[in-house]
């Protein structure tokens, strides 16, 4: 299965959000690769599109993600939305730990740990978002990477409510480029993020996925080594979400032919 995901960050009006999630129904509804299982979609929306965008959505199977959470439950928080709410009306996943909310936001290690902690306790799949500020080996970057992701579920971890999760990788220094990291790159830091989690039995579960200027192109590019992408402004045309999914489908068809040419050929 292929995670293939959009946050519209603040880019649209509460109109244009609407009209978009339409056509992203639409897309899932019909698309060969979401029916057969071989993708799942999800989408995240401002918090006032909520639950609007739940409503458009309904019965599409399209998991409906926030793009942020409070670290408490509730009380005296003004402007604050916290996981319990989120969780009755029907958010699946939250993300957490973006570049941004760090860069303009000043949020820590810790911030991030404790908001970790408030989706698993209200059984919310956290999105978490790692990435390296400068651009370095893929070597370098997995250490890095893999550090945020251990610091942003201690916390989680040592009260025994880790479970699964999502870790985006984002290198800061692609957020925003013309294009993403580059596809070895890519590749090798997922793969490293995919071991690292695998030796982490509390996160079972977990999925990698690449963002930072990801597109249409990056999946055939990836051949199957890339367990699916985090979407921006490339995704603003819900186009460019059907050419994802049309990837999904091709390599979901493709890849066992292959293998089953290989074996054969050893053979």
């Not at 599409?60 to 996981?83: C, F, K, N």
Request: proline share 5%; charged share 20%; hydrophobic share 45%.
């Amino acid at each position: 299965m292929t995670l293939v995901g959009v946050s519209l960050k603040m880019y649209f009006s509460h109109a244009r959000t609407l009209a978009w999630a339409r056509e992203v129904r639409d897309i899932a509804e019909r698309h060969p690769a979401v029916r057969s299982g071989a993708a799942t979609l999800f989408v995240a929306p401002t918090f006032p599109a909520l639950v609007p965008v739940r409503d458009v959505l309904a019965g599409s199977g399209v998991l409906l993600g926030a793009q942020d959470l409070a670290e408490a439950d509730e009380g005296a928080y003004t402007g604050e939305v916290s996981g319990a709410e989120l969780r009755e009306i029907g958010v699946d996943l939250v993300e957490i730990g973006h570049a941004e909310r760090r860069s303009l936001f000043h949020e820590t290690d810790e911030r991030v740990a404790a908001k970790v902690h408030a989706a698993f306790r209200n059984h919310l799949r956290p999105l978490l978002c790692v990435g390296e500020a400068i651009r370095s080996s893929s070597a370098s970057a997995v250490a890095d990477v893999t550090g945020q992701l251990d610091r942003a579920v201690a916390t989680a971890t040592a009260d025994g409510i880790a479970g699964p999760l999502v870790v985006a990788y984002e290198p800061v220094w692609a957020i925003g480029a013309p294009a993403p990291a580059p596809d070895e790159h890519v590749v090798a830091v997922l793969g490293g993020i995919e071991e690292h989690l695998d030796d982490r039995p509390e996160l079972a579960g977990s999925v990698a996925i690449y963002g930072g200027s990801a597109g249409p192109g990056l999946l055939t590019r990836g051949r199957g080594r890339i367990g699916g992408l985090f979407l921006g402004r490339f995704a603003h045309d819900p186009a460019a979400i059907a050419a994802v999914l049309d990837e999904v489908q091709a390599l979901d068809t493709a890849l066992p032919d292959e293998e089953a040419a290989a074996e054969a050929s050893a053979g």
